[in-house]
């Protein structure tokens, strides 16, 4: 059976765009990713952009183009890093894997058509870069949980270390397993051939991992605080105050944006910072709503998800008003501000633990 039929046949709702939405079990998937000890929730990432970077200069390439430090990683490492603009506003955030002949970008499925011609300007004759969208030629899996290593022992393979990966064999065919950081919790993405994509949900599912669609996958991405492009990921904000210090080196030299976030770090130039936000009652929030502080304008809501439990959401809060534990408003909903463990806050974090 292909991907699509076994997701259908186990109950899995579908966009137009051939996303499986939603699973019967979603909300004990959300629970085996966040809760359940020793859980593993199976997230199918292959509508996310897969970019391919060969060539003998693809790590300078990526390491000027990216926020992070790409060239001193080794070809069994991954990492997180930002694309930004010019200006240091945020176009995207990537999970890159390293191996002996290229380097994988696994980017936002928003962004994968503008990353492709974008990243092809910036390539000049001498450079021996070559670039390519696999996407379609391949299937990406996450599996989320605590028990991600018992699930390689059950599927019979090694588990990475932390920021690492191996090619493994599960079900017959040649995986790419990656520990990585997408979210703050523990993660474990694979990437194959996409002939082998319904083979390897099918061994992953019944080795113990829950399927989880991409609706209920927002949800753990707003309480993680991972942000998202057309969101949190816009031109009106840069990557230190979406709370992505983590995939920034400020020691890297020259790349671009680094003129712009150099002196927002030297100078405390952060004027605003992401924030988790949980409505305190059962009304809705709404994205683009503003947040208010009494009749003053404290940052805006950027994204806004309905649960059984209440609203939840992301924002921007302005850093001179403050952080988790404020109460605001949005339209009139009494909103909490909460922390979300994906985000890292530089200075911000050293003057709050003051």
Known sequence: MTLRDLQAAAGATFTNTEVAQTFPDDRAALAAATETPGGVALYDRSHW???????DDRLRFLHNQTTNDIQRLQADECCETTFVTSTARTIDLATVI???????????????????????RYIFPMDRVELSDVTD???????????????????????????????VEIAGAPVRLAATQGLSRSELTLVADRAAGGSLWEALVAAGALPLGDATWDELRAIDG??????????????????????????????????????LKTYKGVKQQLWGLRAEGPEPLAAGAMLMQGERKAG????????????????????????????LTADGVAVRVVEIPHATRGYLAEAAAV
């Not at 952009?49 to 060539?55: A, E, F, I, S, T």
């Not at 390293?98 to 092809?120: C, G, K, N």
């Not at 990406?140 to 090619?167: D, M, N, Q």
Request: charged share 25%; hydrophobic share 35%; glycine share 14%.
């Open 98 to 120: 390293f191996t002996d002949e290229a380097a994988i970008a696994i980017v936002s499925p928003e962004r994968r058509a503008a990353l492709l011609p974008l990243l092809d």
């Open 226 to 263: 991972r942000p998202r492009p057309d969101r949190e990921l816009t031109e009106d904000y840069n990557p230190l105050e979406a709370g992505l210090w983590h995939t920034v080196s400020f020691d890297k030299g020259c790349y671009i944006g680094q003129e712009t976030i150099a002196r």
């Open 49 to 55: 952009g897969r970019l391919r970077l060969g060539g």
């Open 137 to 167: 030629e391949t299937v990406c899996f996450s599996a989320i949980g605590t028990g991600g290593t018992a699930l390689c022992a059950r599927l019979g393979v090694a588990c990475p270390e932390p920021g690492k990966h191996l090619e």
């Open 300 to 327: 805006k809501v950027t994204s806004a998800i309905s649960t059984p439990d209440g609203a939840i959401g992301l924002g921007y809060v302005r850093a001179k008003v403050g952080g988790a534990g404020l109460s």
